[in-house]
DNA sequence: TCAGCTCCTGACAGCGCTGTCAACACAGAT
DNA sequence: ATCTGTGTTGACAGCGCTGTCAGGAGCTGA
């Protein structure tokens, strides 16, 4: 910068005047300045201008998630980016693989390089943490997840309520015995789900049996295990309901190796791919997590431009039921039924 | 930092190098200190220290993406963060969609936030830029893309030789017209992949049919239709090449809704989802997206560590042929064959 | 006793930039 | 001629930290 404002014949602070385009600054002096940035392949330096300027200038976004090369996941990142860019913000992401050590170790790096806001999409954690950064003035947008006794922006999924209405849909078509295959229930969502899931139980008269209640199966293999004791198992469920993109691929593996995909109904919460070209094609609750990213955005930069307001603002993303094939498959054994169409 | 300072009764360096973990630190002094860090909860700035520190200590590192939300990319980045965590580096990424603009504006920023080194693993572009900034000391990695006429490593995928295996194969179970669905030319890897379809036709004294190679059809829903009309025309194709995910998966779709998938042999270029669930199973090259962002952020410590070596590195990770049912569908008309089983 | 050494500590400059404030030029008004 | 106001410019301190260097304490051996 020295070498511009040398080469300008000015000082450096109007050279620092024209890199920011302030008012007040004579044509000649600005074109002599540009030239000479151009003749020296000058590049204003970020780290100390933020250093330099008034503070959280939201040029700078930490977005804390379990993994990067999980679809849910990359596409809040994506939603997130595509409203913060207009900002001229930037993001330092890192994945915690749900690793609560990693989670902390990953958010004080953040902290310690003074990012402007915060947006947590991962497994529980490290509150104690947040919480103190949130007192320290720090905006802090959750997503998918809560953060109890902060005031802490929160965007979440209708977890509970998509999967009653999922279940209540299956116990609608005369099945009687739905399993539920879900995550690892120190998760919020996972419980969640299986609350919801319960809820639809408890409001049709459905029978309630703890043996169909199977939880920490969240990746593919062990929910394809599960899903075959399940139907290998005496009174076997007609129904599973799986509460996760990993489990429901796990569960239609062991399906399609039993051969049993058409006589056994399944709803599975998150869109997959290929769930329209699978035969069965697959019932699912969508989520909409790129949306969840844009909302988290929006509530980050309203939180940077106005840091009065206090009031933490509880987002729900709508996640929609997308009925298909498989989860309009009806009960094997006779059963009275009131809608539902043929079983493929 | 000042306040610590005081709490403790010590000088400002003394802070610093019980913070840095330097030696020549009594033990009563760094005790004090330490309470005072708890104490105060003061987290050092890492903007100023590497503001005033030596320069490039590789802490910081751009990765340029076409889409975070794309499985490919998000592995690449994934690969990358799991190797340079160790030395605790971050990561800022941005998507570029592509655009060039966008490229170029992105790369610039991460110029001015002064990264220790740069990932690109996008369309091609800004390629004038990225010299400048090899030029002037900045580690460059390219991963997926080739710069020419600079010293910058690179870790690409065996796009040509694969695809030409792939195609072999094809032309050994005695498919005659093979189709070739495949991306935007002015993407270099999406040439390599056309370049490979060609020589395994040359090689094998296969007709090379421009009716057959139809090029641009990149995203899914141009990839439905080109397949449909490539399949309803005379002299159809018996096997389709396709040279991307999202074009194999527009296929598929077609391939599904004219009941065709069982007499049309199908080998695409990326893993897809569920490969394995689909009916039938789909036979694809397999890229190894995080073993190339493991491979790029290796080339990237060396360069950070021994900055004296100039001569690019090449890496080709290779990807693998994986043969499932799709690619064994032998061609309708009768034929002579040597290998191949049953048409599902 | 004192040079010569090691170990520990702090003063101070400076990384590259921006905010503040003062200075100056020049217009129009008195 | 003097005053006020507006537009333009630069000097300088300081953001939070680290590198350099000098100085003091404490120990050894002559």
């Known amino acids: 910068m020295g070498d511009v404002a040398a080469r300008a014949g000015v000082s450096l602070k109007s050279v620092s005047r024209v890199v920011n385009a302030e008012q007040h600054v004579s044509a000649d002096l600005a074109e002599r300045v540009r030239r000479a940035i151009t003749e020296l392949g000058y590049r204003p330096d970020r780290r100390a201008r933020d250093l330099a300027a008034a503070p959280a200038s939201g040029r700078l976004i930490g977005y804390v998630q379990v993994d990067a090369a999980n679809l849910f996941f990359a596409a809040v990142y994506r939603g997130l980016e595509d409203t913060t860019r207009t900002r001229g913000s930037l993001i330092i992401a890192g994945s915690t ?13 953040l902290i310690e390089s003074r990012v402007d806001g915060l947006v947590i999409a991962a497994a529980e954690g490290s509150d104690e ?6 007192a320290h003035g720090t905006p802090v947008v959750c997503v998918d997840r809560l953060l109890a006794n902060a005031p802490c922006d929160t965007v979440v999924s209708s977890n509970r309520d998509s999967t009653r209405a999922a279940v209540v849909h299956l116990r609608e078509l005369g099945h009687a015995r739905i399993a539920f295959l879900g995550g690892d229930q120190r998760v919020w969502t996972a419980t969640e789900r299986l609350a919801g899931y319960r809820e639809a139980l408890h409001n049709t008269a459905g029978e309630l049996d703890p043996d169909l209640e199977i939880v920490d199966v969240g990746d593919v293999a062990r929910a394809t295990q599960a899903t075959r004791r399940l139907l290998t198992a005496q009174r076997a469920p007609t129904a599973i309901f799986t ?48 949306e969840m990213g844009r909302r988290a955005g929006q509530l980050l930069l309203n939180r940077l431009s106005d840091r009065s307001s206090t009031t933490p603002v509880q987002t729900v993303v709508e996640a929609t039921l997308r009925h298909r094939q498989s989860g309009q498959i009806v009960p094997l054994a006779p059963q009275p039924r009131t809608e539902g169409d043929d079983r493929c």
Chains 1, 2 share one sequence.
Do not use: K, M
């Open 97 to 109: 693989d749900a690793d609560p050590e990693r989670e902390t170790a990953l958010i004080e790096t």
């Open 243 to 290: 509460a996760q993109d990993r489990i429901t691929t796990g569960t239609i593996t062991a399906l399609h190796e039993l051969g049993r995909q058409y006589d056994v109904a399944l709803f599975g919460f998150d869109e997959i791919p290929f769930s329209e070209q699978l035969n069965p094609s697959v019932s699912v609750v969508a989520q909409d997590p790129y």
């Open 129 to 134: 943490l947040l919480r103190r950064e949130i």
